[in-house]
């Protein structure tokens, strides 16, 4: 798949421009030297430099610059990648402060959303042949002073330059917030589909040293003019090129890995993370003191065998009236926990919406990182068309059983991202109620297709072939086995 692609460097629409011949001049003297994983796929493209030489805000950056005692000047590299391998498009950055004589007295480097001083084993910056040195986490590209930083995250970093390639999709952080629009269903899969085409194992070697002074150094204003428009023509491109039926399959485990493991408990969450799974699908309700629980019933009669409303339980009562050696129901804080931990995003089968418990539910889903992963969907109308308003970063999905429902008109009505026919029973072979011509004009709304639990083989085959996006399925190990095709 990767080599379907036409590449284009983009930067013949880049203002390369250069206002200033003694900034561009300075910040090419001190551009720092990275050390890369040796099996690093993807290299910077263009540096936006800023530099200071009074105090003021970061204009590409969470943060104050404050000049005082021997720093004279302060140059910003805002470093631009066109990939992550978790998400498409990567802006990480470097400060290194000169004193009078433009001598290098100390460094810091992006981290994660933060920054920290860069420092060898003496205290001083991390230098190399007279040029800041950093080393960069394969794959996600956070800088560190030494691999030590790195090596400490190693389990992490495998997971997300494997298995978990390409997951966060199209990326928007706050600095792009109303000015890249490409974050849809479909842009998102075939970014998951392209990277997880570059997935690769780490060797935790750094010896790919780059340069950054071989890369385009334009003002920041310029390359954040830039990157709108790149990542729109990334977005674009990926998903014209790329087949709808040989990209990633959203591997949806229904309650979590619900055929292995108790429905909606943690070991089952746990399971589907093993299986590949992407999301876990969840029930929420809440108890009589407001809690949220995870749990599909509204009664505790069909998993527990116990006459009773979860909403007519607090949660002290829901846990000591479960029957001993049975899971207990989790409270949606714990699941989403266990999600941020495992890398899973949710998807969330809504019970109720109220304005009293529906923010509960999405400042969880902030909290632990998991709204711009997360998905929420019910058949109620209504309720999805107020979650959307309430929370627009997150994707949603209209539900319904009906087979002459026209998909998009519906999801057009409450303004949703994604459709979910549920008609796993409307007929032997499910599949054949779901045309070509409807897949075709569901994905040119620009709307993905989240498919009814199914555990048939054969029907999962099928879906794939009509080249829907999710699948459901108490076995998530059957969706597993369709990953992008890479050829």
């Not at 794959?139 to 494997?162: M, V």
């Not at 997880?196 to 002074?213: G, I, M, R, T």
């Not at 409270?331 to 809504?350: K, R």
């Not at 897949?439 to 829907?468: Q, Y």
Request: proline share 7%; aromatic share 10%.
């Amino acid at each position: 798949m990767a080599h379907m692609i036409a590449h284009n460097d983009g930067l013949n629409t880049l203002d390369q421009s250069i206002p200033d011949p003694d900034d561009y001049a300075l910040a090419l003297r001190h551009a720092p030297r990275i050390r890369f994983d040796t099996r690093e796929p993807f290299m910077p493209s263009v540096v936006g430099y800023t530099v200071f030489r009074d105090s003021g805000p970061s204009p590409s950056f969470p943060r104050d610059i404050t000049l005082n005692g021997e720093a004279k000047t302060v140059i910003e590299y805002a470093i631009w990648w066109d990939w992550d391998i978790q998400h498409l498009y990567e802006l990480e950055h470097i400060w290194v402060w000169l004193d009078e004589n433009d001598n290098v007295i100390a460094s810091e480097a992006s981290w994660h959303g933060g920054l920290h001083p860069m420092v060898d084993e003496n205290g001083n910056p991390p230098m190399e042949h007279g040029r800041v040195t950093v080393y960069s986490e394969s794959g996600k590209h956070a800088f560190a002073p030494s691999p030590a930083w790195l090596l400490e995250r190693a389990p992490r970093t495998r997971q997300s330059c494997g298995p978990k390639a390409g997951r966060m999709g199209v990326l928007v952080t706050p600095l792009f917030e109303g000015k890249i629009a490409s974050r849809t269903p479909l842009a998102n899969r075939a970014v998951h589909s392209y990277l997880q085409c570059h997935a690769f194992e780490p060797s935790f070697e750094y010896n790919k040293v780059f340069d950054l002074e071989s890369v385009v150094h334009v003002p920041w204003a310029q390359l954040q003019a830039w990157i709108p428009q790149r990542v729109a023509w990334w977005a674009d491109e990926l998903v014209r090129t790329l087949p709808p039926n040989r990209q990633h399959l959203y591997n949806i485990a229904h309650r979590g890995a619900s055929a292995y493991a108790p429905e909606n408990s943690l070991d089952a969450f746990r399971k589907a993370a093993e299986m590949g799974s992407d999301l876990v699908e969840v029930d929420i309700r809440f108890t009589a003191d407001g809690v949220a629980v995870v749990t599909h019933d509204q009664t505790l009669k069909r998993v527990y065998g116990i006459n009773g409303a979860v909403s007519d339980l607090t949660l002290e009562e829901l846990y000591a009236i479960t029957p001993e050696g049975m899971a207990r129901v989790p409270t949606f804080e714990e699941v989403a926990a266990i999600c941020h931990e495992l890398q899973l995003g949710l998807y969330l089968d809504i019970k109720e919406v109220n304005l009293e418990t529906t923010p509960q539910i999405l400042e969880t889903l902030k909290r632990y990182g998991l709204l711009k992963y997360s998905i929420a969907g019910s058949f109620v109308a209504t309720w999805v068309a107020d979650i959307k308003a309430m929370e627009p970063n997150l994707f949603t999905s209209i539900l319904f059983g009906a087979t002459n429902v026209d998909p998009v008109a519906l999801a057009k009505s409450v303004q949703c991202d994604y459709v979910h026919p549920c008609w796993e029973r409307r007929a032997m072979e499910p599949h054949k109620l779901l045309t070509p011509e409807w897949i075709k004009r569901v994905h040119d709304a620009g709307l993905g297709i989240v498919c009814w639990h199914e555990e048939r083989p054969s029907e999962i085959a099928a879906l794939r072939a009509l080249g829907v996006d999710a699948i459901c399925s108490d076995m998530p190990d059957l969706l597993a086995t369709y990953p992008a095709f890479c050829d």
